[in-house]
Every structure is written in structure tokens, then in C-alpha cells.
DNA sequence: TTAATATATGAGCAATTATTCATATGTTGA
DNA sequence: TCAACATATGAATAATTGCTCATATATTAA
């Protein structure tokens, strides 16, 4: 961190300290950041995109991604603790959901940006 | 990547596939994936942040952010390199601003997200 | 109980990444 | 031209991360 005090002429003080003022909160910040990390896989996102489509098994995603069972567990844990994904138990096998559909709405907005450009 | 085919009892094997046919290539996942993980480091979310309230100089980042010069022009160089922000010379000093107010409404969507649980 | 199936998880490793340091480039004024 | 300022960038490093391997847990059927 350098020191600042003649701050370049081009901006005026005063708005990079009501900047600051307004600023996210750190906490805020590593918040936001966790959850747009959590989007930031191509793994996760074609989890996230499948889930979409339907319900599925963890065993039927690792056919989907055609990603080994581990891996794909890891990462299933991974959204779970985000509260991403939920899971309901029935007999041996675990079917995974989407959890809320924030996600999916964050989904569609950022694939119109992309298409957009 | 393991055997599969005693599929798992619970869930049809044509769903499976459907969703497999149905499910994003790769390099869509990427793309998208590019996308979120622009968003997913604190620092770059503050620097969003930051340039949706104002634009500003690198300098008066830096002043923001409380970080050094050099750690926010290679953010900067990350965010222009995907079309975040742009920049705009004037003398010595150079202004970032967003580029584009996808983004922005990417982070209202999901602050409102994290807000409701 | 034993075997088979479905999922979860800890350890380890290779790849990625955010920052710092040193330095380069570009611009302005003396 | 020279000095000062504003920004950019390459290299190095420490921290994080996504996957694999081996193994653990849980459920069901024989």
C-alpha cells in the first residue's frame, strides 16, 4: 500500500472518499464473491444447468458429465453446503434438486449477456 | 471414470440421457463459467462495486480498496480483458467505469438472493 | 450376516490464482 | 531533456482448488 496523498488531479478527492464510504463491507464482498465462485466451475455449471432440466440421482449426473462418482460427490457437497442444491434420500440413492431458483434466474440473465455480445 | 451400466434403480435411464442430449457443450459451461468466476474474488467485487457508484481513476481505486497499484491494474486488466470495464484515457490518468449493466443487474440479483435466507 | 450397490469423505497432487516486487511505458510540466 | 506522476506488466510466490485414489458409511437383498 503506497502512499496517497496527492491524489491524482484528474478526480477530486471527495468522490473516491464518499466511494469508500459506500463501499461493500469485506464481509459482503467475500459473500457475494463465495456464491459467484461457486458458479465460476464448468463442472458446477453443467451440475447446476442439468439440475434445471430434472431431478437427478448423483449416479445418473456422474453419466451426465461423465465425470467419475467421487468427483462428482465432492462437488455436490461443494453446492450443497451453498445451499445451491438439496438432496432427499429415498432408499440408497440420493436425488439432488436445485435448492432455489435465484440461481436459475442468475443462470438466464448471465447467458443473455453472453449471447447479447 | 467408472462403469455405469446397471444404471441406479431409482431414476429411468431415458432421463438420464435426455438430460445428458440436452445438456450445455463445454464450451458454453466455460464461457459461463469465465463469467462467474470474474465475480467470484472479493477484491473484483468491490472494484464492481465500486465503479457502479462512480467512475474512477486507478489511483483513487487504490485509495478505495486500500491496495496496492499494481494488484488493481491486473484486476483491471482481468475485468477489461472480459468486457467488464472499460477505460477511458485523459492525460496521465485513466477512468475505469462498468461496461456494460448485465453485470449490474447480475449483482442486484444476487444480493437480493443472498438477502432472503 | 454377507455381498452388492449408492453415496460420502479424507489425503494427496497438479493446476490455477491473487498478490507483491521490480521495472517498463506513457504523459506532463519545468 | 529530465524529473515526477500514473498506469501497466512480467516473474515469483503463497494460497486455493478440482480431481483421483482409497476407503468409509449406509441401505437393501439374499
Redesign the pocket.
Known amino acids: 500500500?503506497e502512499k496517497c496523498d496527492?491524489?491524482?488531479?484528474?478526480t477530486s478527492p471527495e468522490i473516491a472518499d464518499q466511494v469508500k464510504a459506500e463501499l461493500l463491507e469485506d464481509r459482503s464482498a467475500v459473500s457475494i464473491a463465495d456464491l459467484f465462485?461457486a458458479l465460476?466451475?464448468?463442472?458446477?455449471i453443467k451440475i447446476i444447468h442439468a439440475l434445471s432440466l430434472h431431478e437427478l440421482?448423483?449416479?445418473?449426473l456422474?453419466i451426465v458429465l461423465g465425470?467419475?462418482?467421487?468427483?462428482v460427490?465432492?462437488?455436490?457437497?461443494?453446492l450443497r453446503n451453498l445451499r445451491i442444491v438439496k438432496?432427499r434420500?429415498e432408499?440408497?440413492?440420493?436425488?439432488y434438486s436445485l435448492d432455489d431458483n435465484h440461481i436459475e434466474q442468475l443462470f438466464v440473465l448471465t447467458r443473455q449477456h453472453l449471447e447479447h455480445d
Open positions: 500500500m496527492p491524489v491524482c488531479e484528474g465462485k465460476g466451475d464448468p463442472t458446477r440421482c448423483v449416479h445418473d456422474t465425470m467419475g462418482q467421487s468427483a460427490s465432492h462437488q455436490l457437497r461443494y438432496r434420500k432408499g440408497k440413492t440420493v436425488y
